[in-house]
């Protein structure tokens, strides 16, 4: 019996040691920040849900008057449906989502133009066209009331 004491030593060292190691990667799992949701990628992102991305200066800001004026000014927005990104700009503006020129890049994406996002060469998502220059990644509203020049 004394033989097998150091082996049964090491077996349930080795146990605790595995046990205490998968916990610590539970609590991993468990506080991922809202930074690091965003920048998640694949299918399990399209299941979560999407965030709004909102500033200080963003709750002045008429979102229906800037969606607005975006489109007037022909500003234009690319992406895709399963990304997780472009679900957090339509979050930004709600509701006024819908007077944003939007185009679907996905050809399996609802009402996609995908021949018009290869057009612009529009190689991530979201993309924004605005006064002719692009703009990579999500913006907050006044960020994008900045870009067009908006006053609010």
């Known amino acids: ?3 097998f004491l150091p082996i049964i030593i090491f ?8 046990a205490i190691g998968a916990g610590m990667n539970k609590d991993k799992k468990d506080s991922t920040s809202p ?7 694949g299918n399990s992102a399209s299941s979560e849900s999407a965030k709004a991305i909102v500033s200080e200066e963003d709750t002045k ?3 229906v008057a800037l969606a607005k004026y975006l489109t007037e000014k022909g500003a234009k927005l690319y992406g895709a449906y399963w990304c997780p990104h472009c679900k957090d700009q339509k979050a930004t503006f709600s509701d006024a989502f819908q007077y944003i020129d939007y185009y679907e890049c996905d050809p399996k994406g609802e009402n996609a133009r995908a ?3 290869t057009a612009a060469n529009i190689e991530g998502y979201p993309t924004w066209i605005i006064n002719g220059k692009e703009e990579g990644g999500a913006k907050s509203l006044s960020e994008l009331a900045k870009l067009i020049g908006f006053n609010y």
Do not use: H
Request: glycine share 0%; hydrophobic share 45%.
């Open 1 to 3: 019996m004394k033989s």
């Open 11 to 18: 077996v349930l060292i080795v146990i605790a040691v595995i």
């Open 35 to 41: 930074a690091q949701d965003q920048t998640s990628e």
């Open 61 to 63: 800001i008429d979102k």
């Open 115 to 117: 021949d018009q996002c």
